[in-house]
């Protein structure tokens, strides 16, 4: 599996979530967003990529930064939704969409406030185990 497609881990996972499901229906989208989506929506998108080698150059770990951006028109809905795809994701590990997971954590949040929509940035750091 190529990590550039970690993107379907994230939302499998994301999926798996009875309560992201029931805030954001099927609203969750690699960025951007569909033109016209209604509120709440989430979208993913990998920000960067680091390989860990060993002397003899082989990758036996990969760390990839994603981020979540969490959108609604209301401030409590989108805390809402931020709550939940964090329970959704944070110390996740195992075998996900045939990604070997050691790890999933939060490195950073933030907030916007963008054309009256309130968003909500997390970023995960998701570690990936080559060997």
Same mark, same amino acid.
């Given at each position: 599996? =190529?990590?550039?497609?970690?993107?379907?881990?994230?939302?499998?996972?994301? $999926? &798996? *979530?009875?309560? +992201? #499901?029931? !805030?954001?229906?099927?609203? !969750?989208?690699? $960025?951007?967003?569909?033109?016209?989506?209604?509120?709440? $929506? +989430?979208?993913?998108?990998?920000?960067? !990529?680091?390989?860990?080698?060993?002397?003899?150059?082989?990758?036996?770990?990969?760390? @990839?930064? +994603?981020?979540?951006?969490?959108?609604? =028109? *209301?401030?409590? &809905?989108? @805390?809402?939704?931020?709550?939940?795809?964090? #329970?959704? !994701? &944070?110390?996740?590990?195992?075998?996900?969409?045939?990604?070997?997971?050691?790890?999933?954590?939060?490195?950073?949040?933030?907030?916007?406030?963008?054309?009256?929509?309130?968003? &909500?940035? @997390?970023?995960?750091?998701?570690?990936?185990?080559?060997?």
């Amino acid at each position: 599996m =190529d990590v550039r497609e970690i993107g379907k881990a994230v939302k499998s996972l994301l $999926f &798996q *979530s009875d309560e +992201v #499901k029931r !805030l954001i229906g099927n609203n !969750l989208f690699p $960025f951007p967003a569909i033109e016209g989506t209604v509120f709440p $929506f +989430v979208t993913y998108m990998m920000e960067s !990529l680091t390989p860990h080698y060993t002397k003899d150059r082989a990758s036996y770990e990969d760390t @990839i930064t +994603v981020e979540l951006m969490i959108w609604s =028109d *209301s401030y409590a &809905q989108k @805390i809402e939704v931020a709550n939940a795809c964090h #329970k959704a !994701l &944070q110390g996740k590990r195992g075998t996900i969409e045939g990604f070997d997971i050691s790890g999933i954590r939060r490195v950073n949040e933030g907030e916007s406030f963008i054309e009256d929509a309130y968003g &909500q940035s @997390i970023m995960y750091e998701i570690n990936i185990d080559n060997s």
